[in-house]
Every structure is written in C-alpha cells, then in structure tokens.
C-alpha cells in the first residue's frame, strides 16, 4: 500500500510540477512545492530534463531549494552548479550546513571544488578545511562543526538567549554542550532540561557531566552503533586534546547504519560494495565488482572438479553415486550459509563476541547433529521409496549401503559445514578481517571439496571399491 | 580497538559491581552506577547470580533503575519482578513510558501481565490495553502516547509554560503537537521554532501544517523507513478520523530498521527469523529454524541428482564430464546469490521498484555477458594449461570440444542465473511476497538442476554422445 503511494506520488508530482510550468503557473508551482519535503522534491527532480531542472530550482524558496539540493544525486548537483550563477551558488552555499558541503565537496570534480570553496564564506571554508582532513570513515568525517556551546557559569536564562541568538544555523540546539576556556568539553545540557530548570540556575549545576563523547579518528560504523545502543539524538566529537571539535546527529548515524549493512550484505554476496545505487552504477563497474570472485570461485571449485575426478573408478562402477552429489553439495552449502550468516549479523550487532567462540562453536556442532541425523533419516527413507524396485541401481550397490553411505556423509557433511560457517567468520574477526567476507559463497566453494571428499571416502570404506 | 574497549569494560565493570557489594561500599557503589548509562548497567546486571540482582538493582537511584530495567533481557525482568515488592514494582511502572510498558508486558507471562497491570495508574493502564490492541508489526504497537500537545491559539509563551508544566514524563517535547478539538492533528511546531519565535506569537502563526503522519495499522517497516528518507527525530499517529493518538521517536525506528534487516539476512540465508539473539535462542529453537529450508532443499536437489543419473551413459563414456559439475553449479550459484542480493537489498531500501523490471533485467543480462564470456575465456586457458598434454583425457574427448562446450555452458548458465537473480525477487516484491525468500539458497537449487541440464545437452550436441 505505502510502496503504491510513494511511487504515485512521485510520479503524479512529476507531472504535476510539469505541466504547472509549462502553462507558466508559477505562483502555484512555488505554493505546490513548498507543502513538499525536500527528499520528495530532490527525486522528482531527478526525472525532468536538463533544460526543466534549472527552471523549476529557481522557483523553491532559497531554504528549500538548499535542502533539496543536498538531497539530490550528484550528477544533478555538478550539472546545477555549472548552471548557476556566483550569486546562485553562494546563495545556496550559505544554507547548507558543513557537513553536507563536505559530502558535496568529496563528491565532486576538482574544477567545481575550487568554484564551491570560493564561494563559501571564510570562517565555513575553515570548517571545510579542517573536515576534509580527517579519514573518510572517521568520526571526524561525518561530524558537523555547527553545535551550540555553552559556559558552566551561564544562567538558565543567558542560555536561552544565547540559543535564541545563534540556534538557527545549528544542526541541532536539543543538546548543548559546555565547554571550557581550552574549549575542553566539560559537560551536556539537553534543552529539555534547560526548559524545566530555574531561570536563574546556573548551567554547571544541572549539567551532565558523565558525558559519552568519540575521538575524531573512531570509526563511523562505531559511532553510529552507538547511537542504537544509547538511543542519542547526537554525541560529541572531541580530539587528541579532548577539545570539542564537533557533533554527530542522529540522522547521519541512520544514514551510516544502512550503508554499512548494505556494504556488509554485498561482501556476503562476493559482491565489492560501491556507495552508489544499484541503477545508478554503471553494467561495467557492476562487472568489475563481482567478476574477481567469481572468478576465484571458479577456478577454486575446480579442485572439487579435480577431486571428483580422481574418484572416476568410483563413479563409473557405481553410476549412481554421482546423483547424490548435488544433494551433498547443496545442503553443505545451504548448512554453512545459515551459520555463517547468523554469526556475521551477530558479530556485527556486536551481540557476539570472540569469547563467545567455544560457546558458539558448541551450540553449532549440536544444532547439526540434530539437523543431520534427520535429514539423513528423511533421506534414507527417499531411497526406500525411490529405489527399493529398481533392479539397475540395487546391481550397483545393496539398499543398506545405499542409505548407510549418504546418511553418515550427511551427517558429517552437516556438522562440518555448520562448524565452518561459524568458525571462520569468527577467526575473521578476531584477525580484524571483515567477517562479512566468510560468507555463502567462499564457504560452499571450499564446502563443495570436503562434501566429495568425505562422501567418496565413506563410499569406498562402507562398498569397498 | 573499541571492541576491546567495550568488552572490557563490561567485564571490569561487573568485577568492579561486584566488588564493592561485597565489601558493603554501598555509597561508593551507587557513586559509580550513577555515571553509567543505563545499558551498559543493565549488560552487567544480566551476568551476576539471582541473589545479587535484586540487591544490585535495589541501589540504583529510582529513574536509572527504570531506565535500566527497560533495558534487561526477558528472564531477568521476569525474575526481578517476582522479587519486588508491591512497591518497588509500582516504583519501576511509574517511571517507564507506556511504549515500553507495552513490550514488557507483551514477553511477560500472564500471571506476571496481571500483576503489573494491577500496579499501574489507571490513566496508563487504559493506555497500555489501547496499545495492545494493535497488530504486532503496525505504528500504533511502536508508538508512544506521551507526547505534548497544544492548541492554535495558544501564544508561545503559554506554549512554553504548557511544556515545562506537562514535559517531564513526555518521550519527546522537541516535537509539539496542535491539535483542534477534535483531536485532530492540524499542525506541529519544533521547539526551535518555539525558541526562536517571538513570545507573544500564536502558535497558528509559525504551526507547520504541511504534516507527514501515518496510520496507526501502517506497517513499522515503512513508518521506520520514513525516518531515514526524511530525517524526523519523531512522526505523529493518526486514527482511522485523523485524530492524533501517538507519536513514534527516533530510537525506536532504529531498533526497528536494524531487526528487519536482520530478519532479511536471516530469511535469505533460508533461516526462519526469530527475535532473541543468537545466543539467546537453544539449540532446539536454532534447528527448528533451519531445518525445514533444509529438508526442502535437500529434497529439491535430488532433482538434479535423477537428472545427471539420466546422462549416466554420457560420463561413464566420458567420465570427464562430471569433472565440471562443481564447478559450473558453483559459479550458477554465486551469480545469481550477486545478483539476487543487489535486488533484495535494492528493493528494501526502495531504491528499486518494480517498474524499473526491463532496465534491471537488461543490465543483468548485459553484466551476465560480458562477466561469463570473459570467465569462459579463462576457463579455456585452463583446460589447455591442464589437460592439452593429458592422453587419457584427450582420448575420451578432443580439446576443441572441451573449450566449447564448457565455455558455452559457462556463458549460458551465468545468463540464466543472472536473469533468475533478478526475476524472482522483483516477482515475489509484486506478489507481495517476501523478495527475501528469493536469495542464495533456493536460487542455487533451482540453478543446480538448470546447470546439469544446460551442461549436459551442450554436451550430448557438440561431442554427440
């Protein structure tokens, strides 16, 4: 239902914004426009031509037109700015917060960079400046400079007035944060509290001064854990000298929790994450992303070729052995997959951890063995069913070795193949290696090799070939 | 770096606890508890022994006690709970906001239901029973009913003095609420807004009422989803006639995008999802999970095994053949797990939509050519490297034909994969199925038989068995 009202939505917008532009009723484009949210304008942007885009921009109100400009992919942006005007570009420049300029600035060529920085007042090119300094998946990266800071000997009211005075360019006034003369941060206040305070309380009695705060330099997918574990609304970034240098807000560190999964869903995919979307990345870049694993894979899953050859006597005596391999390959992979995938979600929600090992390791061997031994029932009684008149197959090999030899390589098919999946994403992680990497298809590539391997040793030692 | 931060100071943390229990340093003790945020006290409390929870617990001042009792897992509410008095238990409720409330009592047993019930203020109560009575995945069961509310002519003083007299049992006062007499939602104000207006102006006067909002039956996925495309730090609740009835907050739209993604992960891993963590859940929860994607796998694969018995008289003649089925069942498998991931994971983020059908299947295509004839190329590099000086195998079959025939399988089935990586989530999104279920595990069992049959015929057409 919602997903039909978005996709109406947007293209009725389109529409709509047209064909009020093309019968020149601007007065009631602007008046549409400005009951939108950004977000929503930015999409419907993307869709009109290069000659509409500049037309209908110029009609948002400047606040608006700053926010869905941010919003916009980046193609829109260079191709806006090269169409704007010195006093267009500053105009919208003025509006944007810091970090979004960074993000716009990280992104675009380097002749625009140098337009965009000449534009940008001084004091914000020195913000600029300083961000781009600092990694790109650090704290210092996704921070902004724009965070309201307040003195320990302020009163309540001297607060207010102080937010009242410089508040409308912050990213965020409900938390403020007190700092002293080094601009070391000593304390947080929420404005919820300022606002049940005595006017005449002094700030350093009510503030909060067991402050969780992160250096420049941790790690944005940390930072942004955080705020799921704490339920913030922002957290203050501090550097080497525990100065306040910035804040992160609660919006960034959603934004920065969706990527990270979603790179972490593409590694387990054998897929090399990219930040662009999935339609706006080109068929070659697509290739190159997933070509070398395959590619790895390939030639890996040929040792199995390999091992399958060698059993060749084997096979050609009792033909039938081939059969069961797909069906001892797939569930191999299908059982280290369901492992693997679960403790890679579960270190990356930091619910388990490396100490967990032997815990996890145990809870995966007994997990399997009650999986195997049924599935190895379930499968014996298939072969009753399936061959116990079949004259050809029982020339071949018994119906007791038959359900004896795929049973106990089930079995052991499916223990190993749970311990793996959860062996190796662990080792991963306690070796500072992406877990998400130790996933489906790297384990099923080395899973098929140990499933041939043990099915056609059980074979030879149960039938004796 | 900040996992071993955390890990540590978990466990130090609990030593420390513990320690000075049983040294009696009460004093020194709530000292230390009250500089913790509530979920780290609540991580620590959840590994001491049933005796010293209660006396822990009984330290903490009576809000971070609450706070941190929101925070503990199930067995340990339900264990605290039995060892409070009719006192401490109505201490707990008073503080908790109805939200959390609602959880609670929706994992605690009936017995233990009624007890708190009996505990609470008969305003929350009423709260609490209208909560439950919307469906488990909808707004109206993740939305709070602590919001502030004004009226259109209040003037922002009078605003102001509402909030401080109602706010402090308010989830969130940053985000206000005007609503007629009805109860009708028809405009919201920001606190900003609030500070930086003038006092004596109207609220009607700066009232935002270009609202986004949502139904109480809406689907939470959505309704979380709406705070990462817009960034809201809360998003107000409307019934069936507009009234407003709650209001939904920011953190918990986290909590909420992060299980459903774990639910996704876990569904394309052909595990059934459940709540707990992975440590939380037994051994017979796990298997149960698992087993039946398993079975019917296992079951599926059997398929291709009849289907390669069928060419049986092939690879006894040309036992080479078989050589190849890991290998070109593998890379079926891991393209269509690249391609099917990158749709699920598009089409959650809803950065694909059905419509864009032909152009996400054309791009596959097109990636599918060019990633199988370049790995067909490889392929046939090996085979020369590999097998032009091998007499046994050459004998069976002539190099030329080994190069076509693999390298045509190859290219033919990374196509089919590819296309069926796509198809089939984007169908199932249509369907309103789960896309998720289209993942790794049964496209690589559809794709297993398809392999053998592509394979195979290639083979029986070309070498002409």
């Known amino acids: 239902m919602e997903e039909n009202w978005m996709e109406l939505e947007a293209e009725e917008l389109l529409q709509e914004m047209l064909t009020l532009l093309h019968e020149k009723k601007i007065g009631k484009l602007r008046e549409m426009l400005t009951t939108l949210n950004a977000v929503d304008i930015a999409q419907a942007l993307s869709e009109v031509s290069e000659t509409e885009l500049p037309l209908l921009f110029r009609i948002l109100p400047k606040e608006l037109a700053a926010e869905t400009f941010i919003e916009m992919d980046n193609d829109s942006q260079e191709f806006l700015i090269s169409a704007f005007s010195d006093k267009e570009l500053k105009e919208?420049?003025?509006?944007?917060?810091?970090d979004d300029a960074v993000d716009l600035i990280e992104e675009m060529p380097a002749t625009v960079v140098k337009r965009i920085l000449r534009h940008t007042n001084p004091e914000m090119r020195k913000d600029i400046n300083q961000l781009l300094k600092y990694p790109k998946d650090s704290a210092g990266s996704m921070m902004t400079t724009e965070y309201v800071d307040l003195k320990k000997n302020m009163t309540v009211a001297e607060c207010f007035a102080r937010i009242r005075r410089t508040g409308v360019d912050k990213e965020t006034i409900y938390t403020c944060y007190v700092t002293d003369r080094d601009r070391r941060l000593i304390g947080l206040v929420s404005v919820k509290e300022l606002l049940l305070a005595d006017e005449e309380q002094v700030i350093e009695?009510?503030?909060?001064?067991?402050?969780?705060?992160?250096?420049?330099?941790?790690?944005?997918?940390?930072?942004?854990?955080?705020?799921?574990?704490?339920?913030?609304?922002?957290?203050?970034?501090?550097?080497?000298?525990?100065?306040?240098?910035?804040?992160?807000t609660v919006d960034d560190a959603i934004d920065v929790l969706q990527e990270e999964t979603t790179e972490d869903?593409?590694?387990?995919?054998?897929?090399?994450?990219?930040?662009?979307?999935?339609?706006?990345?080109?068929?070659?870049?697509h290739a190159r992303n997933r070509f070398f694993w395959l590619l790895f894979l390939m030639l890996s899953a040929t040792v199995t070729g390999g091992i399958i050859q060698k059993y060749e006597d084997a096979f050609v005596a009792i033909p039938i052995l081939v059969a069961f391999v797909p069906m001892l390959m797939g569930t191999a992979g299908n059982c280290s997959s369901q492992s693997s995938t679960m403790i890679i979600r579960g270190l990356a929600l930091e619910e388990i951890k490396f100490k967990d090992f032997l815990k996890v390791l145990w809870k995966e061997v007994r997990i399997a063995l009650l999986v195997g031994v049924i599935l190895a029932l379930v499968n014996g009684v298939r072969l009753l069913l399936m061959y116990s008149n079949n004259a050809e197959v029982l020339a071949q090999v018994s119906m007791f070795q038959l359900i004896v030899v795929s049973g106990l390589s089930l079995i052991g098919i499916v223990v190993l193949a749970k311990s793996i999946g959860c062996i190796l994403p662990m080792l991963a992680k306690k070796c500072k290696l992406d877990p998400a990497l130790m996933a489906a298809p790297l384990l099923s590539t080395i899973l098929d090799t140990c499933s041939v391997l043990i099915f056609f040793s059980i074979a030879m030692a149960i039938i004796g070939i």
Chains 1, 2 share one sequence.
């Open 205 to 248: 009695d009510i503030m909060e001064t067991n402050i969780t705060y992160v250096g420049t330099l941790e790690d944005r997918e940390d930072v942004a854990r955080m705020f799921d574990r704490y339920d913030f609304l922002a957290i203050p970034v501090v550097d080497g000298e525990d100065r306040l240098v910035g804040i992160v």
């Open 92 to 98: 919208v420049l003025d509006e944007i917060y810091v």
């Open 265 to 285: 869903i593409a590694k387990m995919a054998a897929v090399v994450p990219t930040e662009e979307s999935y339609l706006k990345t080109t068929v070659w870049t």
